[in-house]
Every structure is written in C-alpha cells, then in structure tokens.
C-alpha cells in the first residue's frame, strides 16, 4: 500500500495594519523629554510649597454650563468637545481656574481661614489653530489665590513667575497693566470704539475685529493680525478710564515690584484674553535678541486679578488672582539646557513681618535668603503677626525672624528660637550672617 501524499496548505499572509499617527494637535511626552518636565515640575512644586500654596487636581471633564458662564456660549475659545449625553453636557476643560473655582464652591472651602492659595498642573483643551507652542492639549500650571483683595496678592503671583523663569535661566520681561473694575472697562470700550470709528481705522481691521467693534472691543487689542497691531498703535489706553481706586491699587502694586526690583513694562494696551479679568493683568514674555519683549512675542505665563469670577459662578463677591505658566511652551525655551538646582538645607527659617513698610522689607529679605539657599518660609499677605508665628510654629520652623515698625526704625530684626522661645535683636546687616552660623546654607 503506497505512502499518502500529505498536502500541506501555505500560510496565509499576516495581514499588514498602517500605523496610527497620534492626532492633530496633541504630542506625545518621550522619557528621553521628562528630564525637562521634571525640571520644570519640581521647580514649579517647589515654588508653590515655599509661598504656601497647596495642591489641588480637578477632574478634565466639566459642565459644559461652566464654560458657558465663563466664556459665553457664543465663545470662540472653546468647543464642546464631548457630551456625555443630552441632558447632561461635559466639556473638556479649556482652562484649570474656572475648575479650581467650581470646586472652591461647590465643597464649600469659602469657610477656610483666608486668603485660599491653590497650585494645580494639568492637561487642557482648547481649539486653537496649530502652531509652535499653541496644542489642542497642553498643560497649564497654576497658581490660584482667592478671598484676598490686597496688592500684595498680585505681587506675589508676578514674583513667583519671575522667579520661575530667572532661576530656569529664561530671560522674561513682566508686561503689566490695570484694566480697571467693569465700571471703568464700560467707559473705555466706549472710548476705544469711538477711537476705532472716528478714525477711520473701521475698514482697515481684519473681519473678525470688524465685528467685535461693537460687542467687544477690547478684543481688538488682542488680535495678532499686523493690520489691527498697526491701527491700535495710538489707540487710548486703558489707565486713563480707570477710577481712583483701581489707580491706588495699580500704583500699590508698582511700588512693590520697584522695591523688588523686579523689571517691568506698563503696557497701557494689554488686555488678556479672557474677559473676566479686573484691575491687575500682566504677561510673561521672552526676551528677544532686543532684550525687549512685543505682543508677537510667545507668553510664557500670564494672569491677573478676577475679583468678580466667583459670584458669576454662584459664590460669594470674593475677590481672587491667579497666575498660568504653559509648560510645553516652556520646554521649548530650555530644551537644550540641563539645569541643576540646589537642594534645601534641613533647618527651616520664618520671616514674619507687621505693617507695610516691614512686609516690603521681608518681602527683600526673603528673597535673598531664598537665593543664598536658606530654607525660608513666609506668610506676606497674612497681616495678623500670632497668625503668622503660628504658621512658623506648625510647619515646625527652627527660627522667626520678625521685623516690625520699632525694627524698622532702629534698622534691626528680632530673632526668636521657636523651641525655647528666646528672643535677641540683631542688626539687619548681620542678619544673614548670623543664620549662616546657625543653620548653615546650602
């Protein structure tokens, strides 16, 4: 009996599948790309612990009616970009204030002892034309301050940027200006439509801003077309509508920037994009070869004062002020740098301070033990000194150095040991000298 033939059937051809692109508008985050976000990061955390601020994530999916009473429904920088069903609309989020401000509410934090500092990195999302450092996912990082109405707040949110970006070696310039409260914005939308159509500036703007003349003006200022930059030129600016009282705050906050030494531009045209802003609105801009920053310029960071964001939103009348560093747009300026950073000494400092001219001597002081590596805490926009002492005690400061009006005047600084208890005065000029005997530095 013959052998049967055995017939063995070729292998099907394993089926060829395209590869997928990741989507238009977003990007993927490499590990050889995360030394560069952990750079940042840990900068930005670090920061955010120093001036007290605490961490807070809120979900990327919110109700569509937050972005609506926000920005308007008619808003071009949003979209709803996912409706979980008709009757129940969600959005991914355009922005993390407004979520960190539903989330104030809506758990009732309003009873928290004032001010409330919030720090928050995250992904957002926006519908924004695709360009360098512009995705339709990108990642803010904020700082969030509210139920404080003082200068000194917006102050220390245009510190903490400066100093975000000085010790990542990015050289910025803080473009600043004062919008005024709504009263004082109505006058001037009055004025700068009246500007645009009695001379005849009307038909040389782009479309958009020809239709924004009337409903919103202060967007023009905005506009990044070079015809609506030219026409806006000699348009008014906005600190010649503002009332005495935005005025005083303004100067305020000038002064502490002048004592700080922090370099600044008053830009009478900067208007930030959203039109919930008031008084207080500043930009973080790269330098350019120049050394001067201009509107085309890339922000870096931007923020400002909301003192009527949280009634809109069904809160309190509250003021708040905030601060958005976006980070990719960051990474892009230091991609090729390595940037070590000092690590914090193990013994920790309190600087507490009563009165004005005291807290803008801390607020010096400050910065200059930061800078020399001292681990050094604060509580500037506290004005109560056992508050501030009892800050000290439950972070578990080693030392208070406490300036009042008597130090100032006598130009010295009074040193307590937070354990013992025990007081001595020191002469201002040796203070840094002393703590370097005592704690050491870094």
């Not at 937050?66 to 969600?90: C, H, I, Q, W, Y």
């Not at 928290?112 to 928050?120: A, D, I, Q, W």
């Not at 301050?145 to 990542?168: K, M, Q, T, W």
């Not at 600044?264 to 208007?271: A, G, K, R, T, V």
């Amino acid at each position: 009996m013959g052998r049967k033939k055995i017939i063995t059937k070729p292998k099907p051809k394993p089926k060829i599948y395209k590869k997928i692109a990741r989507a238009q508008g977003v990007r993927d985050v490499l590990p050889k790309e995360h030394k560069y976000w952990d750079l940042i990061l840990n900068k930005a955390q670090d920061l955010a612990k120093i001036y007290g601020f605490e961490n807070i994530r809120t979900p990327i999916l919110e109700p569509s009616q937050l972005s609506e009473r926000v920005f308007g429904k008619k808003s071009t920088m949003f979209e709803n970009l996912f409706e979980a069903d008709a009757k129940n609309k969600v959005t991914l989020r355009g922005e993390l204030r407004s979520g960190i401000i539903r989330a104030f509410l809506d758990s009732n934090m309003i009873e928290l002892e004032r001010p409330v500092k919030f720090f928050g990195v995250d992904s957002v999302f926006r519908n924004e034309k695709i360009k360098q450092g512009h995705y339709k996912q990108f990642t803010q990082c904020n700082f969030e301050i509210l139920n404080e109405g003082d200068a000194s707040v917006d102050v220390l949110l245009i510190l903490i940027a400066y100093s975000f970006f000085r010790e990542l070696q990015i050289d910025v310039q803080v473009n600043i200006n004062s919008i005024g409260c709504y009263e004082c914005q109505d006058e001037y939308k009055s004025k700068l439509s009246k500007f645009y159509k009695t001379h005849s500036k009307k038909s040389k703007l782009c479309s958009n801003c020809q239709k924004n003349l009337t409903k919103d003006p202060l967007s023009i200022l905005n506009c990044q077309e070079e015809s609506c930059q030219n026409e806006s030129k000699d348009a008014p600016p906005t600190v010649d509508s503002i009332c005495e009282e935005c005025q005083a705050h303004l100067t305020k906050v000038l002064e502490y920037l002048d004592d700080l030494g922090i370099t600044y531009h008053l830009d009478p045209h900067l208007i930030n994009n959203a039109d919930y802003y008031e008084q207080t609105v500043f930009k973080i801009l790269l330098k350019n070869d120049d050394e001067e920053a201009t509107k085309k310029d890339i922000d870096l960071g931007s923020g400002g004062r909301y003192d009527n964001l949280l009634a809109k939103l069904g809160g309190a009348n509250i003021p708040g002020c905030g601060l958005s560093i976006g980070i990719e747009r960051v990474i892009l300026k230091i991609k090729e740098k390595n940037i070590p950073f000092k690590k914090e000494g193990d013994n920790c400092i309190f600087i507490a301070q009563l009165g004005d001219p005291a807290k803008r001597q801390a607020f010096l002081l400050f910065e200059e033990m930061r800078k020399l590596g001292f681990k050094i805490r604060q509580s500037f926009i506290t004005n109560s000194l056992r508050k501030q002492l009892d800050e000290a005690t439950r972070i578990g400061a080693k030392y208070a150095l406490i300036l009042g009006h008597k130090e100032i005047l006598d130009k010295t600084i009074l040193l307590r040991d937070m354990e013992s208890g025990n007081q001595e005065v020191l002469g201002f000029k040796k203070v840094i000298q002393e703590m370097h005997k005592r704690v050491g530095e870094m």
